[in-house]
């Protein structure tokens, strides 16, 4: 699970630095590639050879906004063949907002939580879903 990197998007600086911090003090070991804005992110998905294990996105953003970034990849028949699961982390939350997301064929939407120990357990759990779960992306991951 180690070699597939987790790619994070957030325009905001406290909220990336809280996501780094979260995920060292989680000792996960995945190389953290963040982004300030989506069409940064869509640039290097485009380039990258490293297969993300997912990537966490923000909705509200300046420039490419989170929903506007997952339009594109899903359009783009290579990018969507790579099979990223895409993950949304938002501060907002309304239905339309979240229908939008799920008609993307996104993977989660999950509210950022109110506290330090609240995005502990998020995150946690969300690495350890995808770590067990199979997708193209990490096919044989766990053959145990």
Same mark, same amino acid.
């Given at each position: ?8 998007? #957030? ?36 380039? %990258? ?8 996105? #923000? ?19 290579? =990018? ?22 799920? %008609? =993307? ?7 950022? &939580?109110?506290?330090? =120990?609240?995005? =502990? ?14 997708? &193209? ?8």
């Amino acid at each position: 699970m180690e070699n597939y990197p987790i790619i994070i998007i #957030d325009d905001d600086d406290e909220d990336l630095e809280l996501l780094t911090e979260a995920f060292k003090e989680l000792q996960v070991k995945n190389e953290l590639l963040c982004f300030k804005e989506g069409g940064s992110a869509l640039k290097f998905l485009k380039n %990258s050879q490293p297969q993300p294990l997912f990537i966490l996105c #923000d909705v509200n953003m300046n420039t490419v906004g989170g929903l506007e970034l997952r339009e594109m990849l899903h359009k783009d028949e290579h =990018l969507r063949m790579k099979c990223i699961p895409f993950l949304f982390l938002s501060t907002t939350g309304n239905r339309k907002e979240i229908a939008n997301a799920y %008609s =993307l064929s996104v993977q989660g939407y999950f509210r950022k &939580p109110g506290t330090y =120990l609240e995005m =502990l357990s998020l995150l946690k759990c969300i690495i350890e879903y995808w770590g067990w779960c199979q997708h &193209p992306n990490t096919q044989g991951l766990r053959d145990d």
